[in-house]
């Protein structure tokens, strides 16, 4: 249901989505070690390439476990944002 509805509408199920995605992959990279410069770093890097650009980056984050867990992740960011644009396209027709 988060999926479904927090992509499309701004509201609650979409706060809900984006915050505890955000809070699970700061707890997660933090188990792995990963220093908060790191992931801000990895954050401009995205809004400056974009996400499959990033993706396609050798090292990501100095940790290899925590470079492959963000790989999987923004691999996953941009067929979000696809999902995004493709359900604001439908919606306005």
Same mark, same amino acid.
């Given at each position: 249901?988060?999926?479904? %509805?927090? &992509? #499309?509408?701004p509201g609650p199920r979409?706060?809900?989505?984006?915050?505890? #995605?955000?809070?699970?992959?700061?707890?997660?990279?933090?188990?792995?070690?990963?220093?908060?410069?790191?992931?801000?770093?990895l954050g401009r890097t995205?809004?400056?390439?974009?996400? #499959? %650009?990033?993706?396609?980056?050798?090292?990501?984050?100095?940790?290899?476990?925590?470079?492959?867990?963000?790989?999987?992740?923004?691999?996953?960011?941009?067929?979000? &944002?696809?999902?995004?644009r493709t359900t604001r396209?439908?919606?306005?027709?």
């Amino acid at each position: 249901m988060l999926l479904r %509805y927090g &992509i #499309g509408a701004p509201g609650p199920r979409r706060s809900a989505l984006f915050g505890d #995605g955000a809070v699970g992959a700061a707890v997660t990279l933090d188990r792995l070690g990963v220093q908060p410069r790191s992931v801000a770093f990895l954050g401009r890097t995205v809004r400056s390439g974009g996400t #499959g %650009y990033t993706a396609r980056l050798p090292e990501l984050l100095p940790e290899p476990a925590a470079s492959d867990l963000m790989r999987g992740r923004l691999e996953a960011v941009a067929e979000l &944002i696809g999902l995004r644009r493709t359900t604001r396209e439908r919606a306005a027709r």
